[in-house]
DNA sequence: GCCGTTTTCGGCCCGACTGTTTTCAGTCG
């Protein structure tokens, strides 16, 4: 059974639990204990086969390390057959609901057995709703409003969809008379992969401009609330943004709390606490006298902290460095020089070599590599031995004619299903870069894949894994394998692992990437462009080695040419 | 259910907004 799957059992069961008013603290601990699953790198079957003590992970005690290993064992678990047997799965699916949390939801379940959307749509329409404790003529209307947008489950956007909205929007606001300050906070200013609500924060004296400015802005389709200080949207796409108007004094500590994450915040508040100190989103007191606020700055040193960069606030590690003064010095797309996986009209690309080289030169590349595909991926007319030697030929052509930027000969080459190669060696051989990759067969048994991947590891002329997992996000996980064990392999074979920077990729994911930077394998973000527009999505993949706590220096691609080239195989 | 430099019990982060109440519970982030 996969990490992912054992997380989600203890969040099932901490969503039942709610229902049934279980102790707080309680669920609490489920959550705790998922959140600490998902983010581990080595899979708890095989901590389980090495008999690591698993109470040593936190928020795991004896009682979850039993329960992970009746999960292992017998691929489920009694608690939580037992409660979904007394609250029905639909219950959860209207717990969902804005506005509905687990008491509503238990009380409708109770008193109407409503058991699903289904039901509480025709319980609503029927007046039924609003006779209940609790409930009234609002509650059911806005049960009515959501529940078919509910039933369509509402997904979360890649950050790269959501960034332009929110820029265009911050312009629009700091634009405004009144704003001092406008900025992004939340998971957005974490770049995380992917966002659900986007918080914006500004400093005005005159929040009802900013509230209206916002509520006519034309990617504003719904105004969902509106307070004093506060203001919840609907835009375009479906995302929700929160705006929220502070005080100049209070702007360090509302962006140090509304970005998050929850997990940091809480650290940080037990320092405050620790301190005897108080610390929520209007500054840091001691007592009611306010001790820092106007910075985020000045919340982390009055807290013994250097300042903590957005994309490391997950409680995963940054609190240690920053009390030792020993955060990274995050990678910035500054720091790129190379870009070493794009495709061409030889295969799949929409541009020429020439058009992709110019591209690149014009993004400031110093070095790039066309990789196209190879045979096996004949939906994109892959190429075989022949047609890759011509397509080289034509590369080298074209590449001599322009100046300041190296060209290497490569290839994306597919990892077959039966854990061979799509190209023999000798072609392989002749490659300045060989990018292997799964594409097909992404199903097979860990075991399969396992083989493939050290197939590829073990190739003398492979350079580096791509999109080494093959996950699409929202869409599909990746492949099942052991990424420690990978990892441990590359770092020994001298293979370099890519971050993929497409937004739908984002693989390596950021617990992979900082995993490989502690073997010190050299990591080289990628654009894969398949156009010269695609090569600005280098960003993506510069953040996600951001969130990965990577600088320059771990990045093979922030190398210049003399420093890169020593790299090759 | 977890955890411990006030340790094996008694805590466990905190405020805004809404809708329902008429002083507050539930929900949300």
């Known amino acids: 059974m996969k990490n992912e799957q054992i997380a989600a059992s203890f969040d099932e069961l901490a969503d039942l639990l709610e229902v049934q008013g279980a102790n707080p603290f309680r669920i609490r601990a489920y959550r705790n204990a998922s959140r600490t699953i998902e983010s581990l790198t080595d899979s708890l079957e095989s901590m389980l086969e090495s008999e690591t003590d698993l109470t040593e992970l936190q928020g795991i005690g004896k009682d979850l390390a039993g329960k992970i290993k009746e999960l292992v064992e017998t691929g489920t678990l009694e608690k939580l057959e037992e409660l979904k047997s007394e609250v029905p799965p639909g219950v959860l699916d209207i717990m969902r609901l804005p506005g509905v949390g687990p008491k509503k939801a238990a009380l409708l379940f109770k008193e109407l057995n409503i058991t699903g959307l289904p039901e509480l749509k025709a319980a609503a329409e029927a007046g039924e709703i609003q006779k209940l404790k609790g409930f009234g003529k609002k509650t059911e209307e806005s049960i009515l409003s959501n529940i078919d947008q509910a039933a369509q489950a509402k997904e979360r956007e890649f950050y790269a969809t959501a960034e332009p909205l929110v820029e265009e929007i911050v312009d629009a606001l700091s634009e405004l008379s009144s704003t001092k300050q406008v900025s992004p906070a939340g998971s957005f200013r974490r770049r995380k992969e992917t966002v659900g609500d986007l918080d914006i924060l500004v400093t005005s004296d005159d929040a009802e401009q900013v509230m209206d400015a916002l509520a006519s802005h034309e990617l504003v389709q719904e105004v969902l609330q509106r307070g004093d200080t506060k203001q919840r949207v609907r835009l375009i796409k479906g995302?929700?943004?929160?705006?929220?108007?502070?005080?100049?004094?209070s702007y360090g500590a509302a962006m140090q709390y509304f970005t998050g994450s929850k997990e940091h915040n809480i650290v940080m508040r037990k320092r405050a606490q620790k301190r005897d100190l108080e610390l929520n989103e209007y500054g840091l007191f001691s007592g009611k006298k306010s001790i820092a606020g106007k910075t985020e700055e000045e919340i982390y040193q009055a807290l013994d902290l250097a300042w903590i960069p957005p994309e490391l606030r997950e409680d995963r590690g940054e609190f240690e460095l920053a009390e030792k003064d020993q955060l990274p010095e995050l990678i910035t797309l500054e720091d790129i020089r190379g870009d070493l996986h794009m495709h061409t009209t030889a295969t799949d690309g929409t541009a020429s070599i020439q058009e992709m080289i110019e591209a690149a030169k014009e993004r400031g590349r110093k070095y790039m590599a066309?990789?196209?595909?190879?045979k096996r991926v004949t939906m994109a007319n892959g190429l075989d031995a022949d047609r890759l030697r011509d397509h080289w030929r034509d590369i080298r052509k074209v590449a001599e004619k322009i100046k300041g930027i190296h060209v290497l000969c490569g290839i994306e080459c597919d990892i077959l299903e039966d854990a061979s190669l799509d190209l023999p060696d000798e072609v392989l051989e002749e490659a300045d870069w060989v990018i292997a990759v799964l594409h097909y067969g992404l199903k097979q048994d860990k075991a399969q894949i396992h083989k493939r991947l050290m197939t590829a590891i073990k190739n003398p002329h492979v350079d580096i894994i791509g999109h080494p997992t093959g996950r699409l996000i929202g869409k599909r996980p990746g492949a099942e394998m052991?990424?420690?064990?990978?990892?441990?392999?590359?770092?020994?074979?001298?293979?370099m692992m890519e971050i993929n920077a497409h937004p739908s990729r984002l693989d390596l994911n950021s617990l992979h990437a900082a995993a490989a930077k502690e073997l010190g394998i050299p990591i080289v973000i990628s654009t894969d462009a398949h156009s010269t527009g695609g090569m600005d999505v280098m960003r993506y993949g510069v953040f996600q080695a951001r969130r990965a706590g990577l600088s320059a220096k771990d990045v093979a691609n922030c190398r210049t040419w003399a420093q890169f080239k020593k790299l090759l195989k």
């Open 482 to 495: 052991d990424i420690s064990e990978i990892l441990k392999a590359a770092a020994d074979h001298e293979v």
């Open 370 to 374: 066309i990789t196209d595909h190879s």
């Open 239 to 249: 995302l929700e943004m929160d705006l929220r108007v502070v005080p100049e004094e």
